[in-house]
């Protein structure tokens, strides 16, 4: 099924990039003003609070995951798949059991505990690139190669081919753009057909020689006694993909981002105090990560949220603005890592779809910032940096196209 994709400016015109990379007083606003509202434009429900949030992204009673407009903006042509177990993402419960299941099988805890080393090793080498009070564009140095490295690595791709590999990626995640629909398909599915034909003997290799990753985790899997053929393979494998490396990105990025400008004593406390990076972590995915939205439609007239919402509309989570909503967080407006209760935060769904790839985005924030902690114990911004020029359109909103600052061993 072709999906239409609601555009975001649809339903919320910013005035600059700036403001729509940390939309705060939209969401404030909203939060006060227009909880629950409908917009004219983009014919979608828009719900704001904490509570809503969560009900709408869990309650598949009411709400659904499957429908044909949807907020993913980085979509792949759907010509080239098939409808089946592997789209975990757009099958509601009990439909996506089986799917993410198989697909859960390569994200245990075991294998988390497998991976930290050698995620550790790819920021060690990456930070180890890096010079005292030289200028370090920390979006090139770190948050665009980190997730695509990880990423290959644990799936299994040879080491060689990592360029290749990220080349597609790049490719296959362009943002969509209205104007430019068709040539960027037509190059998603050039990349998709040479990924595939890439994939296959690498899946025909493994399912002989099994290892320690991702691909083989997937071969191996089985519920039900059904296992996924190298088709369903590759599927999830881009499924993965699309679903972990631009967010993991924008993830380092806006961290960063806060270090310096957010609160200039927060690089020094953790650097004195590292055992505080798990709670910066979490703080930084409810603080900074504002642009998370997801849709569902509605399987059945209601009146949940007082106002009547139809079988078929679409309801948009704002969990970005649920993250700051005071009926759930203290002082929500402030960056607090002391905060007690904000891994509560949304930023990686609730219920049946809760991100599987959670614990890994977490870790490797965690292990980026103990390298940099580790090795440099101040950084600062730039004077002459100007936000608004080096932001981008992507499928987190807008991110980072460039970030410099200078570090102190
Ligand atoms: C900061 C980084 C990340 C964020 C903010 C994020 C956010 C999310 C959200 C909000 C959902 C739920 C979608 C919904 O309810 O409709 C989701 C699902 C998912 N995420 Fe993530 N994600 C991140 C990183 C990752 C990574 C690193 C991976 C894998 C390597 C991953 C794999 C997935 C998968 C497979 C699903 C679908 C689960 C399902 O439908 O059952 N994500 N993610």
């Keep these: 099924m072709k999906q239409e994709v609601i555009s975001f ?26 909880p629950v509202s409908y917009s004219e434009t983009s014919n979608t429900w828009n719900v704001f609070k904490y509570k809503d949030v969560k009900r709408v992204l869990s309650d598949y009673e009411y709400f659904s995951g499957e429908g044909d407009r949807t907020t993913t903006s980085v979509k792949i042509s759907e010509d080239n798949f098939s409808d089946n177990k592997v789209h975990t993402m757009t099958l509601d419960p009990p439909n996506n059991r089986k799917g993410r299941m ?42 665009t190669p980190m997730p695509a490295i990880v990423m290959s690595d644990l799936l299994g791709i040879p080491s060689p081919d990592v360029q290749l590999f990220k080349n597609w990626v790049d490719i296959l995640f362009l943002p969509y753009k209205k104007e430019e629909e068709e040539s960027i398909d037509q190059k998603k599915n050039i990349a998709i057909q040479e990924f595939f ?4 003997p690498i899946i025909t290799e493994k399912r002989s020689n099994l290892d320690d990753d991702i691909i083989s985790d ?40 806060s270090l310096l400008y957010d609160d200039k004593n927060l690089y020094t406390e953790l650097h004195t ?27 059945k007239d209601h009146e949940l949220f007082g106002v009547k919402m139809k079988k078929g509309d679409v309801v948009i989570a704002w969990m970005g603005a649920a993250n700051v909503d005071e009926d759930m967080f203290d002082d929500p407006f402030t960056l607090n890592i002391h905060r007690a209760n904000n891994h509560q935060h949304l ?21 980026v910032l103990e390298n940099f902690l580790k090795k440099f ?11 608004e020029n080096n932001l981008t359109d992507a499928a987190t909103g807008q991110t980072l196209t460039y970030l410099p600052l200078k570090a102190t061993k």
């Design 377 to 387: 114990s101040k950084i600062e911004a730039m004077p002459s940096f100007d936000l």
């Design 9 to 34: 400016e649809d339903i919320k015109q910013f005035q600059s990039r700036s403001e729509q990379f940390h939309p705060l007083s939209w969401y404030r606003d909203m939060l006060l003003n227009e």
């Design 102 to 143: 198989l697909l859960a099988s390569a994200f245990t805890p075991r294998s988390l505990t497998n991976w930290e080393p050698r995620i550790n090793q790819v920021a060690k080498n990456l930070v180890d690139q890096l010079d005292a009070d030289e200028v370090i564009d920390v979006v090139q140095a770190i948050s």
């Design 273 to 299: 105090q590292p055992e505080l990076i798990p709670n910066a972590v979490e703080e930084m995915l409810r603080y900074r990560f504002q642009m998370g939205r997801r849709h569902r439609t509605v399987k």
């Design 347 to 367: 930023t990686f769904g609730k219920g049946a779809h809760f991100c599987l790839g959670a614990p890994l985005a977490r870790l490797e924030l965690k292990i």
């Design 197 to 200: 034909t890439y994939l296959r």
């Design 218 to 257: 997937l071969i191996r899997a089985e519920v039900d006694g059904e296992r996924l053929n190298d088709k369903e393979i590759i599927e999830m494998t881009m499924a993965i993909l699309g679903a972990g490396i631009e967010t993991t990105s924008h993830m380092i990025s806006t961290t960063f981002y």
